[in-house]
C-alpha cells in the first residue's frame, strides 16, 4: 500500500466521474430534485382537489316522483347543486353531476311513521371527486337526519344530551421536562423518510461511478494497463473505493439538502417543525456514513466481477431493491417495544436504530449492537473487495 | 533481459501453459506466434506481474518477476490490442500523465517527457483535448505514449495491430521498431506472419501451452526448406 499512489489514483477517478454527466445527474440533479418535485406535484394535486370540492358540488337526485321534504333540504344546501338531467346516470357517467342520490320507495311516507326510509347514493366509482362528494351529500343527508331525529326527541319529551353519554377528546402524553416531539403526521413520515433516505442514497449516489471504476475498466480495456503500472493493487483499489465513497457521501448529502429544499419549497406538504438532538444527529450521521462505506465495497466488488458496463447494472440494481426492504418492513413496527435481538440484523438495525434515535429513544444497547454489527460488516466488506480484486478468476473472467 | 523457465500456468483443471522456455535479450525483438488460445496473453499477463505462474521461474533484468512484482513493473510497458485503455474524459495530457504518476515519475519528468512524445507522435495538436472524440489512429498514439511514459526497458507487445487498419498498423510496427532500436527489450505476440518477418529478430512458436519451436527465423527457414507461414502450419497443424 502506497498512500501516494492511492492518492493519484483518488484524484484521477474524481476528475474522471466528476466529467461524466451521469454522475451529476444521479449524484445531485436527482437527488437534489427528487423530494421538491414531489412534494410540489403533491402539493398541486391536493390543493386542485380540495379546490374541487370547495366548488358546488353537482348532483342529481332520483325520487322516482315522490315528494319528499329532504329534497327541500338538500337544494338548500349550500355548496350542493341539484341538477335535474333527463338521465341522471348517463349524467354521472358523463361527470356532470358528481353522485346520483336514488329515494327508496315511499320515503316521505316512512318518515313521517318513524319508519327507516332507505336512500342510496350512486357514484362513479374511478372518479375520487365522485366519492368525495358522494360523502359530502352523506353528511347532508346526516344533517337532515339529526333534524329529523331532535323533533322526534322533543315531541317524546327527551333531551338530545341522554344520547350522548361519552365525550371523547385526544391528546399526546408529552412527560414533563420534554418537548412534544411535533405533529404526528409529520414524524411518522420523517420517522420513515430520513432512515430510508439515508440507506438508499448511499447507493443512488454511488452506483454510476461503481460501476465506471470497476466494470468499467475493463470494458474499455484499461485495467491491465493500470494493474501493469508501478502502484500495487491495493492502493488502486482503495483510490478507487475512497472515490466511491465519496460520491455515496455525495449522494447522501444532496438528497437531505433536497429535503430540506422541499420543506422550504411546500412547508404545508413537509413541515420540519420537529427536532433532533445533537446526539441523534451524531448517531445517524455515523449509521449513515458506514453504510456508505459498506455499500461502496460492495458495489466495487461486484463491478470488477462484472465484464461490462451492463452486466455490472444488471447485478447492481436489485440492491436498491434489498435496500428498501428494511425501511418497509419497520414502517408499523412500534418503536417502544423494539426486541433486543432485531438489532442483530444487518441493516435492519441501520433502520430501527435511526428511528430510534429520532424520536429521542436512546438505548445504549442497541446503540453498540449496531454499531458493532455494522462496523463488522464494513471489515467484511472491505475484506471481500480486497480478495474479490486480488483474484485472477475475477479481475479475468472470461 | 527476459529469461522464462519452466513456466506453467493452470485455470482450475486447465493446464493452459505446460513449461514454456525462452529468453530475450536486450535489444531484440522475439516474435511469440501461436493459435487462438495457444497461451500467448497468459504468458505475456504473467511476464507483465498480472497472474502469478503456478511453476517455473521467470526472470526480468535479472530479477525474479514474483519476488519483485512492484519493480519488474516499473520497467516495463505493456501494449495490449492496438488503442485500448483511453480515459475518454480526460485528455491526452492526462491519460499519459496518469501513468507516469503511478510509476513514481516526478511532475517535472512527466511533464519534460510527454512534451517530448508529443512531439515524435505528432500530438501536439490534441495534447490537450479530451480523448472522448479522438479517432482511432489518435488514441492509439496515446495508448503508445502512455505506455513508455516511464521509458521502459521491456516492452511487451499483445496483438497490438489487431483490428487495426494498415495506417494504424503501420503506427505500431514503426513504435515496436524504434523500441529495438533503443535497446529495448521486445515481445510482441502475433497471428500475422508478414509483420512477425519484418520486425522480429526471433521467434517463439507456441502450441497448447508449448513452445514447439524458436529460433532465428532464417534459421528456421533454413532448417524446414519454408516460409514461415508454412512451417507454422506444419508446426502447429494437427498430426
Ligand atoms: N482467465 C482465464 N480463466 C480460465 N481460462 C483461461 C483464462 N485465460 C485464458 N484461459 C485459457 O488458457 C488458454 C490460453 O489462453 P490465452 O488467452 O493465453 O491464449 P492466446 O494465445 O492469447 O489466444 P488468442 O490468440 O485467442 O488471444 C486457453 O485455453 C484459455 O481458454
Ligand atoms: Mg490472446
Known amino acids: 500500500m502506497n498512500y501516494k499512489h492511492i492518492s493519484i489514483v483518488f484524484k484521477k477517478e474524481l476528475k474522471d466521474i466528476f466529467r461524466d454527466k451521469r454522475t451529476w445527474i444521479a449524484g445531485v440533479l436527482i437527488p437534489v430534485l427528487v423530494f421538491p418535485l414531489m412534494f410540489y406535484l403533491m402539493g398541486i394535486g391536493k390543493t386542485k382537489m380540495e379546490s374541487n370540492l370547495q366548488n358546488d358540488i ?48 315511499n320515503f316521505q311516507e316512512n318518515i313521517v311513521n318513524e319508519k327507516p326510509a332507505e336512500i342510496k347514493l350512486m357514484y362513479d366509482e374511478v372518479s375520487s371527486e365522485s366519492s368525495m362528494a358522494s360523502s359530502v351529500v352523506e353528511n347532508a343527508i346526516r344533517a337532515y337526519s339529526e333534524g329529523v331525529t331532535l323533533t322526534r326527541l322533543s315531541k317524546l319529551g327527551i333531551t338530545p344530551e341522554v344520547l350522548q353519554p361519552t365525550v371523547i377528546s385526544w ?106 438532538s445533537p446526539l441523534a444527529l451524531t448517531i445517524l450521521i455515523s449509521i449513515s456514513l458506514l453504510i456508505a462505506m459498506m455499500l461502496s465495497g460492495i458495489m466495487l466488488s461486484i463491478s470488477v466481477f462484472a465484464k461490462s458496463y451492463k452486466e455490472a447494472g444488471t447485478y447492481l440494481s436489485p440492491i436498491t431493491i434489498i435496500l428498501m426492504i428494511p425501511a418497509y418492513l419497520t414502517m408499523f413496527m412500534d418503536l417502544k417495544r423494539l426486541s ?11 433502520v430501527l436504530l435511526m428511528k430510534e434515535v429520532l424520536v429521542d429513544i436512546i438505548n445504549p444497547l442497541h446503540i453498540a449492537i449496531t454499531f458493532s454489527m455494522c462496523i463488522a460488516l464494513v471489515v467484511a466488506s472491505l475484506a471481500f473487495t480486497k480478495y474479490m480484486f486480488s483474484k485472477e478468476s475475477v479481475i479475468f473472467r472470461s | 533481459m527476459i529469461e522464462v523457465k519452466g513456466l506453467k500456468k493452470y485455470f482450475k483443471d486447465v493446464e493452459a501453459l505446460k513449461g514454456i522456455e525462452f ?9 511469440l506466434l501461436g493459435e487462438n488460445g495457444a497461451g500467448k496473453t497468459t504468458t505475456l499477463r504473467i511476464l507483465a506481474t498480472m497472474l502469478k505462474p503456478d511453476g517455473g521461474t521467470i526472470v526480468l533484468n535479472g530479477k525474479n518477476v ?84 516511464h521509458n521502459p526497458s521491456i516492452m511487451l507487445f499483445d496483438e497490438p495491430t489487431s483490428g487495426l487498419d494498415v495506417g494504424g498498423a503501420r ?69
Open chain 1, 58 to 105: 353537482h348532483i342529481a337526485i332520483e325520487a322516482k316522483g315522490q315528494e319528499a321534504e329532504i329534497i327541500g333540504f338538500i337544494e338548500e344546501m349550500e355548496g350542493i347543486i341539484v341538477m335535474k338531467p333527463e338521465d341522471p346516470y348517463l349524467a354521472l357517467e358523463n361527470g356532470e353531476v358528481k353522485t346520483v342520490l336514488v329515494l327508496g320507495d
Open chain 2, 171 to 239: 503506427i505500431i510496427q514503426q513504435f515496436i521498431q524504434t523500441c529495438k532500436e533503443e535497446g529495448k527489450t521486445v515481445i510482441f505476440s502475433s497471428h500475422t506472419m508478414s509483420e512477425v518477418e519484418k520486425l522480429c529478430d526471433r521467434v517463439a512458436i507456441i502450441h497448447k501451452g508449448t513452445i514447439v519451436e524458436s529460433g532465428y527465423i532464417d534459421d528456421l527457414k533454413q532448417k524446414y526448406e519454408k516460409d514461415v507461414e508454412d512451417l507454422f502450419l506444419e508446426l502447429v497443424g494437427e498430426k
Open chain 1, 171 to 276: 391528546e399526546a402524553y408529552v412527560p414533563e421536562g420534554q418537548e412534544s416531539k411535533g405533529d404526528g403526521a409529520v414524524l411518522m413520515m420523517m420517522t420513515f423518510l430520513l432512515p430510508f433516505l439515508l440507506m438508499l442514497y448511499p447507493v443512488v449516489g454511488g452506483m454510476p461511478a461503481a460501476i465506471d471504476l470497476g466494470s468499467g475498466e475493463k470494458e474499455r480495456l484499461s485495467l491491465e494497463p493500470l494493474l501493469s503500472t508501478g502502484a500495487d493493487r491495493l492502493s488502486i483499489l482503495i483510490g478507487k473505493y475512497l472515490t466511491i465513497l465519496l460520491a455515496s457521501v455525495i449522494g447522501v448529502v444532496t438528497s437531505l439538502g433536497g429535503l430540506v429544499a422541499a420543506s422550504k419549497i411546500s412547508p404545508e406538504m413537509m413541515p420540519m417543525g420537529f427536532k433532533i
Open chain 1, 340 to 350: 433486543t435481538p432485531l438489532f442483530f440484523v444487518p441493516l435492519l438495525n441501520a
Open chain 2, 23 to 31: 529468453h530475450v535479450g536486450k535489444g531484440e525483438v522475439l516474435g
Open chain 2, 66 to 149: 514474483v519476488e519483485h512484482p512492484q519493480e519488474i513493473r516499473k520497467n516495463i510497458g505493456i501494449l495490449f490490442g492496438g488503442e485500448s485503455g483511453i480515459y475518454d474524459r480526460l485528455t491526452a495530457r492526462e491519460n499519459i500523465a496518469y501513468y507516469g504518476e503511478l510509476n513514481d515519475m516526478s511532475k517535472e519528468d512527466i511533464k519534460e517527457r510527454i512534451e517530448h512524445l508529443a512531439k515524435i507522435f505528432n500530438m501536439e495538436e490534441y495534447i490537450d483535448r479530451r480523448a472522448g472524440k479522438f479517432s482511432k489512429g489518435m488514441k492509439q498514439k496515446v495508448a503508445i505514449a502512455r505506455s513508455i511514459i
